[in-house]
T-cell receptor, first 113, second 113 residues
Framework: GNSVTQMEGPVTLSEEAFLTINCTYT??????LFWYVQYPGEGLQLLLK?????DKGSNKGFEATYRKETTSFHLEKGSVQVSDSAVYFC????????????FGRGTSLIVHP | NAGVTQTPKFQVLKTGQSMTLQCAQD?????MSWYRQDPGMGLRLIHY???????DQGEVPNGYNVSRSTTEDFPLRLLSAAPSQTSVYFC????????????FGQGTRLTVV
């Protein structure tokens, strides 16, 4: 079956530090890959996505590249801000399945001033 | 722009009570799903629907029922609440296809005592 594995948190950084959150996946087909963000007390919202190998998704300074050879979709940001503190979820949607996304366990990011 | 609306936002139940969590979307999305979010466990799929009249089980369906009589509504019923069902519940909707974004409600925080 499909699965998503994320690095465990929390990740604690100082403002302006470089961020990487690792995500690897297992899927039977050729999935689309997503990063969602959950701010405190809110539901999840889409941060970025990539739909095929070597695609790069980007939004709000965050980037992730779909790497088929390593089955990875790592999230990066060059300079984090306090406002980036949230929980980040990697997810996949398998076109060979129901299209309902499968989520990783989430990684909490805490950014200190 | 309502999007996905969940009610109630908070609920306390006694063990053995039943209740229905409501979810409605106004985007004419075919797909709807229910997840529960528990610390360290991420988002786990309870039930999902790919259209009116069609539902299927997710990863953790026991103790929950769903039905989908209209495109807009997808209620989740707890038949006999147990303390293990204490969690935050999220409803999501999306249009057909693997590349589409899932839209989430704000969540329902349920405590079973």
């Amino acid at each position: 079956g499909n699965s998503v594995t994320q690095m465990e948190g929390p990740v604690t950084l100082s403002e302006e530090a470089f961020l990487t959150i690792n995500c690897t996946y297992t899927a039977t087909g050729y999935p689309s890959l997503f990063w969602y963000v959950q701010y405190p007390g809110e539901g999840l919202q889409l941060l970025l996505k990539a739909t095929k190998a070597d695609d790069k998704g980007s939004n709000k300074g965050f980037e992730a590249t779909y790497r088929k050879e390593t089955t990875s979709f790592h999230l990066e940001k060059g300079s984090v801000q306090v406002s980036d503190s949230a929980v980040y979820f990697c997810a996949l949607s398998d076109p060979g399945g129901s299209y309902i996304p499968t989520f990783g366990r989430g990684t909490s990011l805490i950014v200190h001033p | 722009n309502a999007g996905v609306t969940q009610t109630p936002k908070f609920q306390v139940l006694k063990t053995g009570q039943s209740m229905t969590l409501q979810c409605a979307q106004d985007m004419n999305h075919e797909y709807m799903s229910w997840y529960r979010q528990d610390p360290g466990m991420g988002l786990r799929l309870i039930h999902y629907s790919v259209g009116a009249g069609i539902t299927d089980q997710g990863e953790v369906p026991n103790g929950y029922n769903v039905s989908r009589s209209t495109t807009e509504d997808f209620p989740l019923r707890l038949l006999s609440a147990a303390p293990s069902q204490t969690s935050v519940y999220f409803c999501a909707s999306s249009s057909r296809g693997p590349n589409t974004e899932a839209f989430f409600g704000q969540g329902t925080r349920l405590t079973v005592v």
